[in-house]
């Protein structure tokens, strides 16, 4: 501030010298000998005066606001907009349709829908983010599902705005913590993945289909266009886990990076203020499907699950990053062993690659930052949802007589998951890095 201010006093005084000349020699060829640079030099001023308010790159490293280096160190916030099975502990009702199936089954769409509402209030709250935010962390990503800004069905309600409504909510309290906010669409129209990640019907159909296609440009417009002016916002990570290894490559991985600039042409529309995370296929693994950077704006992200923590496993990613001068980053990482995540984080820190591990809260587990304990009775939950229910008859014969009793366990676990009865687990957060206070 007192170099910006040494400055403006230094025009000041040229400006007023200038205005005091005689007027003989304030002549058209003084003017353009001493105003132009003048104002050129007024122009530079206004430029480099000026801070940043968002986020930005500069070939391999994120920038933040400060003009320096931002290394990414976060979470991820799964299981809130996006449930997952095995976070609840079901084998094979693994996405949130399956999930949201058991719980219509057990006790009914009416006492399902208050669940869910309730869900979505208690699973992420302000004190969460607030702990993050205490033990170190400077960002997080959040995945959600296209239907939260749509009129489908989805955990209980529907809403072209109801998306909006939960998440403003965690942005502002990410804002009054001055933790950054990337958004990860982690179920796209029609399905990006194939697989229960993205609550689709068992294939990509979402690079088939046109339709899909535009509705998920159309969201990404609408939250760029909400978004674009929202400094605590990191950027947009436009698909989760794209074209699972199921599928015949050959074919669908040729249709993601046109997908990806149709996208980013909207996004671009609306905001040109915020990064662009473009993941790779198969998991985020695979960067063959990239050709030159078509923004100045773009990070490249990549997975890594159960891999010998070494720099071979990422090397591609790295050749990648310097070969285009863009950055590239790691979007999910972790559930393992204590060891294993410090060796990793430390390695993605030595290469100066960003990271948001894999999860933040997750029940009865100690591969993760925060843990909550199974509710009483929530094993009869977990029971119903592992059978077999093809039929009405098999369902009706495998439902607990006592559906108070479910009523209860459900409960437990909306009391359970919040933040005040979550144990963090202490050898995984140091594992990162992190430090409770």
Known sequence: MALFSWKLMSVSYFASCFLFLPHSIQSFTMRSTFILPLFIFLAALHATAQPTRFISVKKTEIIGVDGKPFHMVGTNLGNWLVPEGYMFKFKHSSSPRLIQEVLNELVGPDAANVFWKKYLDNYITRE?????????????????????????????????????????????????????????????????????????????????????????????????????????????????????????????NPLLEPLYKRIVKAVREEDKNHLIFLGGAQWNSNFKVFGSPFDSKLVYTFHK?????????????????????????????????????????????????????????????????????????????????????????????????????????????????LFKNCTGNKGYIEALGFKEK
């Open 128 to 252: 969460d983010i607030r702990y993050l935010k205490s033990i170190g962390m400077n960002s997080i990503r959040i995945p959600f599902h296209y239907k939260l800004f749509t009129n489908e069905d989805y955990l209980g309600g529907r809403g072209e705005k109801r998306g909006f409504a939960l998440m403003d909510r965690v942005v502002q309290w990410c804002k009054q913590e001055n933790l950054y906010v990337l958004l990860d669409m982690h179920c796209a129209p029609g399905g990006q993945t194939g697989d229960n990640i993205d609550d689709s019907w068992g294939y990509p159909y979402l690079f088939e289909n046109a339709e899909s296609q535009q509705l998920t440009i159309d969201i990404w417009r609408k939250i760029a266009r909400h978004y674009k002016n929202e400094t605590i916002i990191l950027g947009y990570d436009l698909l989760n886990e794209p074209i699972a290894h199921f599928f015949d490559a050959t074919v669908l």
């Open 305 to 417: 699950y159960w891999t010998p923590a070494t720099i071979d496993v990422i090397q591609d990613y790295i050749d990648f990053g310097n070969k285009y001068q863009v950055p590239i980053y790691c979007g999910e990482t972790g559930e393992n062993t204590d060891e294993w995540v410090m060796q990793f984080r430390k390695l993605m820190d030595e290469q100066r690659i960003g990271w948001h591990f894999w999860p933040y809260k997750k029940m009865d587990n100690t591969r993760g930052i925060v843990s909550f304990p199974i509710p009483e009775g929530f094993q009869t939950v977990m029971a119903f949802a592992d059978t077999t229910r093809t039929t009405f008859e098999q369902v009706r014969k495998v439902s607990p007589s006592d559906r108070k009793a479910t009523l209860k366990a459900l409960d437990g676990f909306l009391e359970n998951c």
